[in-house]
């Protein structure tokens, strides 16, 4: 997730362009009640009209006011990468990320709306060595 640099949230991010290469989009806040089985749907869009390819890293931290994903304290708690092979309509393509929570764990799912490509983390807070 890229968004507009802003000196008081992104203090420390990195810029480029006028724009935060490290911000990143809450799914769930620290403290908040998540029923298991919710899921969470967010879109998303390419940076560059020609992209190809999309890191989805997904994030935590214990910490209710970090912006960054620099920041100290959060942790990368996965990583995949989802084929993006059209680039027809350029940056108004829609990625679509979905969180479904478990009773231990996460899901996440993203999916490539042009050509239905998807991609999935799981993560499991009992099994995987997480310290949030």
Do not use: W
């Not at 089985?37 to 910490?63: E, L, M, N, W």
């Not at 996965?78 to 092979?85: A, F, H, I, K, N």
């Not at 940056?91 to 490509?117: C, H, M, N, P, Y």
Request: net charge negative.
């Amino acid at each position: 997730c890229v968004g507009k640099y802003d000196d008081n949230l992104h203090r420390g991010g990195t810029e480029r362009s006028g724009r935060c290469m490290n911000a990143f989009h809450k799914f769930v806040e620290v403290g908040e009640s998540v029923r298991v089985g919710t899921a969470r749907r967010h879109i998303f869009h390419p940076h560059y009209p020609d992209q190809t390819k999309a890191d989805i890293k997904v994030y935590g931290s214990c910490d209710k006011d970090v912006h960054i994903t620099s920041a100290p304290g959060m942790e990368k708690l996965g990583v995949t990468m989802l084929d993006m092979p059209d680039t027809t309509g350029g940056t108004s393509r829609q990625i679509e990320i979905t969180f479904l929570f478990g009773d231990t764990e996460i899901e996440v799912e993203a999916v490539d709306k042009t050509t239905k490509s998807t991609t999935n983390i799981d993560v499991n807070f009992l099994d995987d060595d997480i310290r949030l």
